[in-house]
């Protein structure tokens, strides 16, 4: 039960056949496929003229499509080239690499008051407050990143804004865990 459809330079064609089996040559990644049992129809999409070719052994040949390494060049070059870059995207790929670590000790901070409960307190409770504050925090890295790859005003300021927000966040949250506001004011 194998249906294919093939685009050529002089039309498209398209093949059911009740069995197949493909193999994969490793040193060129050209794939052969032979196909039993089946019909070749073709013809030109929305005409009612079309070819039927019925066959009892159909092998081909299917060319690897050719990879755009431009999308994941900037996630392997080496940071050291990264660092001299005036191009915006060179910028936010940096600063990702820089916010990940960052990332890290923040939150592990932010665990900490969260880790916290009282008696007869649930002890998953802080459990999704911890989840969603994870999501705030990688989802604005993601925009910040965004906009530094865009080049706009807000992209100036690097992810470090979003880092000072979870930041305070989390000292805040620790504050209020040690009632420093109690002391501070006597």
């Keep these: 039960n194998v249906i294919a459809q093939i685009e050529e330079s002089r039309g498209a064609s398209f093949i059911t056949a009740r069995r197949g089996s493909q193999t994969v040559q490793t040193e060129t990644g050209v794939r052969d496929v032979v196909l039993e049992d089946g019909y070749r129809y073709f013809g030109k999409p929305g005409s009612r003229?079309?070819?039927?070719?019925?066959?009892?052994r159909l092998?081909?040949?299917?060319?690897?499509?050719?990879?755009?390494?431009?999308?994941?060049?900037r996630k392997i070059q080496p940071t050291g080239d990264l660092i001299g870059s005036d191009d915006p995207k060179d910028r936010a790929e940096l600063e990702w690499r820089i916010a990940a670590p960052i990332s890290v000790f923040v939150l592990a901070l932010l665990a900490v008051p969260l880790s916290h409960i009282r008696p007869r307190?649930?002890?998953?409770?802080?459990?999704?407050?911890?989840?969603?504050?994870?999501?705030?925090?990688?989802?604005?890295?993601?925009?910040?990143?965004?906009w530094i790859a865009k080049g706009s005003a807000m992209g100036?300021?690097?992810?470090?804004?979003?880092?000072?927000?979870?930041?305070?966040?989390?000292?805040?949250?620790?504050?209020?865990?040690?009632?420093?506001t109690l002391r501070w004011s006597r």
Excluded at 49 to 54: G, I, K, Q, Y
Excluded at 63 to 71: D, E, K, R, T, V
Excluded at 157 to 169: D, P, Q, S, Y
Aim: charged letters at 10%; aromatic letters at 14%.
């Design 121 to 146: 307190q649930g002890r998953y409770g802080k459990l999704v407050v911890g989840i969603l504050a994870y999501l705030v925090y990688s989802q604005l890295l993601g925009v910040g990143q965004a």
């Design 59 to 73: 092998s081909t040949h299917i060319q690897p499509p050719a990879f755009l390494y431009a999308s994941v060049k």
């Design 156 to 180: 100036m300021l690097g992810l470090w804004w979003v880092h000072a927000l979870m930041l305070g966040i989390s000292l805040a949250l620790i504050a209020r865990r040690q009632n420093w």
């Design 49 to 56: 003229e079309f070819d039927v070719v019925r066959f009892e």
